[in-house]
C-alpha cells in the first residue's frame, strides 16, 4: 500500500474522467458495504467486486439498470477511452479487473458475451475519500454494526423458544447452502452475548439475546 503522501501526489494526478470512474465505483462499493458488513454478512470477496457492464454491448443497459456502466453514461462519461480509464486506475493500484461470461451469446460473432468487473483495492478507496475531502482512512466506529438478516433469525428463533437448545439450522428447518456462513454468525452472536452455545449447535438465547426487539433492526424482515 502506498503511504500518505504517495496518495495525495497519485489523486492530483488523476484526469477528470478517472476521477469520475473511481468515485463512482467508490460510491457503489460503499453502498454494498453498508448493506452487507457486519456480524454474519456475505464474506467481502462475494460483495466486492462491481459489475462495469458487458464490454462492447450497450444495449443490457436498459432502464434501471444497476450496472456501473449506466451511471457513468448518465454523467456522459462513456467512449471509446473507457477501456485506457480502466487501465489507467489498475495500473495505479487504485483498482483489480476481470472479466465474467454472462451466460449470453453474441448472435452475430457466436461468441460469448463477457462483462467488466472491477474492485477497488485499499488504496482505491483512501484515494476516493482524498478526492472527497475525507480522511484518507477512516477511524474504527465504536458502535456496533448492524446484524444481517440471518443473524437476526437466529436471535428470533431463540426468543421464541426461550428453553430449547437449538441447531444453527432451526430456524429455516433445513441445513443452509453456506454452512460456513452461517458458522460465522453463530460465532458472532454468541461473541455479542446474545446466543450461547457451542455453534453450530446447542445454542441458546440468552438474557441480552431476549430483550433485543429484532423488528426494530435496519436488517429484519419477517419470513413471507
Not at 145 to 169: C, I, M, N, T, W
Not at 199 to 223: C, H, M, Y
Request: with cysteine; net charge positive.
Amino acid at each position: 500500500m502506498a503511504g500518505a503522501a504517495a496518495l495525495v501526489v497519485i489523486a492530483a494526478g488523476l484526469n477528470e474522467r478517472q476521477r469520475a470512474y473511481l468515485l463512482a465505483t467508490y460510491d457503489e462499493d460503499q453502498a454494498r458495504e453498508a448493506t452487507h458488513r457486519g456480524p454474519g454478512g456475505p464474506p467481502a470477496r462475494r460483495w466486492r467486486w462491481i459489475e462495469y457492464g458487458p464490454v462492447g454491448h450497450k444495449w443490457l443497459d436498459g432502464p434501471g439498470s444497476r450496472l456501473l456502466r449506466a451511471k457513468l453514461t448518465q454523467s456522459g462519461m462513456v467512449s471509446q477511452g473507457t477501456g485506457a480509464t480502466w487501465a489507467a486506475l489498475a495500473e495505479r493500484g487504485l483498482l483489480t479487473t476481470r472479466h465474467e461470461h454472462t451466460g449470453l451469446i453474441d448472435t452475430r460473432s457466436r461468441r460469448a458475451i463477457r462483462s467488466l468487473m472491477v474492485r477497488l483495492t485499499t488504496d482505491g478507496r483512501k484515494v476516493a475519500r482524498l478526492l472527497r475531502g475525507e480522511p484518507p482512512t477512516r477511524p474504527r466506529s465504536m458502535e456496533p454494526k448492524p446484524l444481517s438478516l440471518s443473524a437476526l433469525r437466529l436471535v428470533a428463533y431463540g426468543q421464541q423458544h426461550p428453553e430449547e437448545a437449538f441447531d444453527f439450522h432451526a430456524p429455516w428447518g433445513v441445513c443452509p447452502l453456506d454452512y460456513l456462513v452461517v458458522l460465522g454468525i453463530c460465532r458472532g452472536l454468541v461473541k455479542r452475548g446474545l446466543l450461547a452455545g457451542d455453534p453450530p449447535t446447542r445454542l441458546r438465547i440468552t438474557p441480552a439475546g431476549s430483550v433485543l426487539d429484532v423488528t426494530q433492526e435496519t436488517n429484519w424482515k419477517p419470513f413471507a
